[in-house]
């Protein structure tokens, strides 16, 4: 069974910064798209940022471009998302997931599977 793994997620101000990585057990994703997605308090799961399998494709949600850069490195099968200039409406347990019938963003959220437990980021003064 495949296991994903989000960590780096923390209480930051508003205006910093913070690095999120997932990473994958007992199947490599390194051929598929995956994503980051957030859900806060009381609220449905949101897209953040997608990539494509080789990672030269990316994708942002509108609240989030110019901000967040999502990245891969395939031979550590891992996925990351850098957070910058954070403000308090990012506040939310982000999630990351794997498509595993595309090797790019398909556009939906229902798309992806296998998500990962989560990690909570907190921007707040």
């Known amino acids: 069974q495949v296991h994903l793994g989000e960590s780096g997620g923390g209480l930051v101000q508003p205006g910093g910064s913070l690095s999120l990585s997932c990473t994958g057990s007992?199947?490599?994703?390194?051929?598929?798209?995956m994503g980051w997605f957030r859900q806060g308090p009381g609220k449905e799961r949101d897209f953040v940022a997608a990539?494509?399998?080789?990672?030269?494709?990316?994708y942002y949600g509108d609240s989030v471009k110019g901000r967040f850069t999502i990245s891969r490195d395939n031979a550590a099968n891992t996925l990351y998302l850098q957070m910058n200039n954070l403000e308090p409406e990012d506040t939310a347990i982000y999630y990351c997931?794997?498509?595993?019938?595309?090797?790019?963003?398909?556009?939906?959220?229902?798309?992806?599977?296998?998500w990962g437990q989560g990690t909570q980021v907190t921007v707040s003064s």
């Open positions: 007992a199947r490599t994703f390194t051929t598929y798209a």
């Open positions: 990539i494509n399998w080789s990672g030269s494709k990316t």
């Open positions: 997931g794997v498509d595993w019938r595309s090797s790019d963003f398909r556009g939906l959220a229902a798309d992806f599977e296998t």
